[in-house]
Structure formats: C-alpha cells, structure tokens
C-alpha cells in the first residue's frame, strides 16, 4: 500500500494562489494514478483533477479548469496542485488520493489510499 500525506494548504486572499503538494511514502509511487479531492463544511466530497501515472494525461473538473494545474513528480514520489486565482469557493478541505489499480476515475470511491487532507481558506 501507499502512504499519502498533503501540505502547502493555508489561508490567502481571493486572487491568490497556493500550491499543494501531496508525498506518497511505500510502494512505488509510479504504479498509481492520482487524483486531488475537495470537501467543503457540510458539502460531499468533489473531485477536482486527475493524472495518469506517467503524468503526460490529466483531466480537470469544470469548476477549475484553466484556473488549476495537477501534475506529478515520480522521482519525487510527489502529486501536485496549483491553484491559480483562487475564489472563496474553493475553501475546502484538499485529499490527495490514489488509486491502486492504476486507472483514472472522477469517482472518490474508485481510490484506495487518502492523505489526511489540508486546509486550504481563501477570503474575500
């Protein structure tokens, strides 16, 4: 199994920007596809992007697309998140996830492994 644990999360001005990061720790991190999820207070969970595991495909959800930016690091054993012109709506609580079998899914339950999650606040 893989560990996943995020950081870079924090509190920035509508506008901003911040940049997560996610490191995975066990098996090898290449063998994964990745993804970043969002849960807002009182919300379901949203999926926001994905990436194959070589990092050359990614897909993003609607309500971010053009705004943030996954990729990936597999010599780093690392995911990335920009997130670019940040909005008030996009406070939420950011989990990394990945998925063992290697495929790509907007789906939280098709991912076996999460992080802990990170905080991310954005004022208006």
């Known amino acids: 199994q893989v560990q996943l644990a995020e950081s870079g999360g924090g509190l920035v001005q509508a506008g901003g920007s911040l940049r997560l990061s996610c490191a995975a720790s066990?098996?090898?991190?290449?063998?994964?596809?990745m993804a970043w999820f969002r849960q807002a207070s009182g919300k379901e969970r949203e999926f926001m992007a994905h990436?194959?595991?070589?990092?050359?495909?990614?897909f993003y959800a609607d309500s971010v697309k053009g705004r943030f930016t996954i990729s990936r690091d597999n010599a780093k054993n690392t995911v990335y998140l920009q997130m670019n012109s940040l909005k008030p709506e996009d406070t939420a609580v950011y989990y990394c996830?990945?998925?063992?079998?290697?495929?790509?899914?907007?789906?939280?339950?098709?991912?076996?492994?999460w992080g802990q999650g990170t905080q991310v606040t954005v004022s208006s």
């Open positions: 996830a990945a998925n063992g079998l290697g495929y790509n899914s907007g789906r939280s339950n098709e991912y076996d492994y």
């Open positions: 066990g098996r090898t991190f290449s063998n994964y596809a």
């Open positions: 990436i194959t595991k070589s990092g050359r495909t990614t």
